[in-house]
């Protein structure tokens, strides 16, 4: 039955089937009465007075299932509220508690304006380190602007101890004279035997006490830590490690292949101008929470 009649349609059409019992004498004065609306057929007639005589009313029974639109006033305001009483609620235990499926909620939280966010963890900053930050970023961008190749000849690292059997390997490197060591301030590395072997290898070298000032605790300006840990891990992980050793090995794997793909190492590296820039807009501050 069109579910596009209205109930005084329907109740017209019941009187009228009652009065004369014939389809054509009921449709000549429905079309009478609603000149504007199509003339119902005969098995809508029908079924109309069958539905009357059965249950003494002519509205359509509650559909089952999932109505077909939560975006309704009454879901708005739940969602409203459930977010206003309690912002730091996930999409996904929102949705059980309201009962309504993921892919709805999105919805009625897009026409709320309502936004997710993930938390993120940020390194926490000394009063002094902004300036140095600032500082280290400035130096970067300043030499990029003179050598567009200085982030290629940059040799970041992320050892826990400082290992002088890595350099012999690197001076077979035509470029090695050219090259500039990268590390952290960690007590390893600060030692003065190390300092003093750095300073004879390297013209220039990043780090505590270095030639050029590594300014400490920021891992978002470093690619070891903000890209390429990262992407190792999800590489190994993907292919579900069943031991120890298995993932001792899928690392080294993973490790040999992401070397051998040279463009991916440098877009990684060569992202650090865009870095610093944004560590120059917040003043030195953290910035990756905000992008």
């Given at each position: 039955?069109?579910?596009?009649?209205?109930?005084?349609?329907?109740i017209?059409?019941?009187?009228?089937?009652?009065?004369?019992?014939?389809?054509?004498?009921?449709?000549?004065?429905?079309?009478?009465?609603?000149?504007?609306?199509?003339?119902?057929?005969?098995?809508?007639?029908?079924?109309?007075?069958?539905?009357?005589?059965?249950?003494?009313?002519?509205?359509?029974?509650?559909?089952?299932?999932?109505?077909?639109?939560?975006?309704?006033?009454?879901?708005?305001?739940?969602?409203?509220?459930?977010?206003?009483?309690?912002?730091?609620?996930?999409?996904?235990?929102?949705?059980?508690?309201?009962?309504?499926?993921?892919?709805?909620?999105?919805?009625?939280?897009?026409?709320?304006?309502?936004?997710?966010?993930?938390?993120?963890?940020?390194?926490a900053?000394?009063?002094?380190?902004?300036?140095?930050?600032?500082?280290?970023?400035?130096?970067?961008?300043?030499?990029?602007?003179?050598?567009?190749?200085?982030?290629?000849?940059?040799?970041w690292?992320d050892?826990?101890?400082?290992?002088?059997?890595?350099?012999?390997?690197?001076?077979?490197?035509?470029?090695?004279?050219?090259?500039?060591?990268?590390?952290?301030?960690?007590?390893?590395?600060?030692?003065?035997?190390?300092?003093d072997?750095?300073?004879?290898?390297?013209?220039?070298?990043?780090?505590?006490?270095?030639?050029?000032?590594?300014?400490?605790?920021?891992?978002?300006?470093?690619?070891?830590?903000?890209?390429?840990?990262?992407?190792?891990?999800?590489?190994?992980?993907?292919?579900?490690?069943c031991?120890?050793?298995?993932?001792?090995?899928?690392?080294?794997?993973?490790?040999?292949?992401?070397?051998?793909?040279?463009?991916?190492?440098?877009?990684?590296?060569?992202?650090?101008?865009?870095?610093?820039?944004?560590?120059?807009?917040?003043?030195?501050?953290?910035?990756?929470?905000?992008?």
């Open positions: 039955m069109p579910r596009s009649l209205t109930n005084e349609q329907r017209f059409l019941v009187k009228q089937w009652w009065i004369s019992g014939k389809t054509r004498v009921v449709n000549e004065a429905f079309q009478a009465e609603f000149p504007d609306t199509k003339i119902p057929t005969r098995q809508t007639i029908y079924q109309l007075a069958k539905k009357f005589d059965e249950t003494g009313s002519v509205e359509d029974a509650p559909r089952s299932g999932r109505p077909r639109t939560v975006r309704t006033e009454e879901n708005m305001e739940r969602v409203s509220e459930t977010f206003l009483l309690h912002p730091q609620t996930s999409k996904k235990r929102a949705s059980i508690d309201l009962g309504i499926s993921r892919r709805s909620l999105g919805r009625l939280m897009q026409d709320l304006n309502l936004k997710l966010y993930k938390p993120r963890l940020l390194q900053l000394n009063e002094d380190d902004p300036d140095r930050r600032t500082e280290f970023c400035e130096w970067v961008l300043d030499s990029f602007e003179e050598d567009p190749t200085l982030l290629d000849r940059i040799l690292t050892e826990a101890i400082f290992k002088d059997n890595i350099i012999p390997q690197l001076e077979e490197h035509l470029s090695f004279q050219t090259m500039i060591w990268q590390q952290d301030g960690a007590p390893p590395h600060y030692g003065q035997i190390v300092r072997y750095l300073d004879d290898t390297f013209l220039h070298w990043i780090g505590r006490r270095g030639t050029i000032e590594w300014p400490p605790r920021s891992p978002d300006l470093t690619p070891c830590d903000f890209s390429l840990w990262g992407i190792l891990k999800d590489r190994v992980y993907a292919q579900n490690p031991n120890t050793n298995h993932l001792k090995s899928l690392i080294e794997q993973e490790f040999i292949s992401t070397n051998d793909d040279i463009e991916l190492c440098q877009k990684i590296c060569r992202s650090v101008a865009d870095r610093c820039q944004m560590c120059i807009n917040t003043e030195g501050k953290q910035f990756e929470h905000l992008h």
